[in-house]
Nanobody
Framework: QVQLVESGGDLVQAGGSLRLSCAAS??????????LGWDRQAPGKQRELVAT???????NYADSVKGRFTISSDNAKNTVYLQMNSLKPEDTAVYYC???????????WGQGPQVTVSS
């Protein structure tokens, strides 16, 4: 089982920046087999993948955030970050930290901080 604790949601103006953090806790074996990432869900829309990062720093991004968002991790702290730059009103959503256990169907999410971008 994996626990995820997020922080960093806020209200920001368009063009601004924000950084989200997500600390994962579990056994060492499970932590080393996790793929961490961020999903988001805007009002009235389906949840969508934003970015993922593996333990060996392979990253993947949604086309809508490429070049603006950067996912990174601090393995010593078991923490993943999402640096969001050049924010747009359409980035407004609840952002959920996501953890997938590789080679299994196990997946879990954090509580989801709100990110609101005003125009």
């Amino acid at each position: 089982q994996v626990q995820l604790v997020e922080s960093g949601g806020d209200l920001v103006q368009a063009g601004g920046s924000l950084r989200l953090s997500c600390a994962a806790s579990s056994s060492i074996f499970i932590i080393n087999t996790l793929v961490l990432g961020w999903d988001r869900q805007a009002p009235g829309k389906q949840r969508e993948l934003v970015a993922t990062i593996t333990r060996d720093d392979n990253t993947n991004y949604a086309d809508s955030v490429k070049g603006r968002f950067t996912i990174s991790s601090d393995n010593a702290k078991n923490t993943v970050y999402l640096q969001m730059n050049s924010l747009k009103p359409e980035d407004t959503a609840v952002y959920y930290c996501n953890a997938k256990l590789r080679f299994t169907d196990y997946e879990t999410w954090g509580q989801g901080p709100q990110v609101t971008v005003s125009s």
